[in-house]
């Protein structure tokens, strides 16, 4: 299961930091990608990790603004975001590759459950 918090509202050029907890023994060996979704919108892959954390794959949207990270001993992964823009507002989700893939069309096999992320102009 993967819980993602640390959601809300943030005025435009602040930052907020994601966290998706995972439960299960299968999360250091899996890729980690976080999503977003708007109303009427596709879901956009915004970032990916890989096992270890030490690559990393982002969308040209959040690309310098964004960093995902991960600690596999806390069974954790997080999505720091600066410099936030009215365009990232979503609710955003973390998701899980047990191939342990992260790009943007990767087949993720664990989705969370969302949190809601308002960036005000």
């Known amino acids: 299961q993967l819980q993602a918090s640390g959601g809300g509202l943030v005025q435009a050029g602040g930052s907020l930091r994601l966290s998706c907890a995972a439960s299960?023994?299968?999360?250091?060996?899996?890729?980690m990608g976080w999503f977003r979704q708007t109303p009427g919108k596709e879901r956009e892959f915004v970032a990916g990790?890989?096992?270890?954390?030490?690559?990393?794959y982002y969308a040209d949207s959040v690309n310098n603004r964004f960093a995902i990270s991960r600690d596999n001993a806390k069974n954790t992964v997080y999505l720091q975001m600066n410099s936030l823009k009215p365009d990232d507002t979503g609710v955003y989700y973390c998701a899980a590759s047990v191939v342990g893939n992260y790009g943007p069309r990767t087949n993720y096999n664990y989705w969370g459950q969302g949190t809601q992320v308002t960036v005000s102009s």
């Open positions: 299960g023994r299968t999360f250091s060996s899996s890729g």
């Open positions: 990790i890989n096992r270890s954390g030490g690559s990393t």
